[in-house]
Nanobody, 119 residues
Framework: QVQLVESGGGLVQAGGSLRISCTASGRTFNTYVMNWFRQAPGKEREIVAK???????YYADSVKGRFTISRDNAKNTVYLQMNSLKPEDTAVYTC?????????????WGQGTQVTVSS
């Protein structure tokens, strides 16, 4: 069993930066692809970024060049550094762990952290 706990969300002005973290319990963290999703009010959940155990990354077009995903396997933690934030980045950000890179099946989910970007 793996538990995921996000932290670091908050309120930031447009153009600002924020780093959110997701820390996992359990010993098998480094075998999982770690994903960041977000869901804004009234919108469907969308994937923001993901990172493999070896560091390969994927970004949604909407965040490419502004967000950076990274992981520290020794700390069982994945990070999402968000720069040049826009009001449309406002959402609940949730991390999820998956055993496969290309999958619709996610094994574990965090509870989410709110990110609010004011204009």
């Amino acid at each position: 069993q793996v538990q995921l706990v996000e932290s670091g969300g908050g309120l930031v002005q447009a153009g600002g930066s924020l780093r959110i973290s997701c820390t996992a319990s359990g010993r098998t963290f480094n075998t999982y692809v770690m994903n960041w999703f977000r869901q804004a009010p009234g919108k469907e959940r969308e994937i923001v970024a993901k990172i493999s155990w070896s560091g390969s990354t994927y970004y949604a077009d909407s965040v490419k060049g502004r967000f950076t995903i990274s992981r520290d396997n020794a700390k069982n933690t994945v990070y999402l550094q968000m720069n040049s934030l826009k009001p449309e980045d406002t959402a609940v950000y949730t991390c999820a762990a998956a055993l496969r890179w290309a999958t619709m099946a996610y094994d574990y989910w965090g509870q989410g952290t709110q990110v609010t970007v004011s204009s």
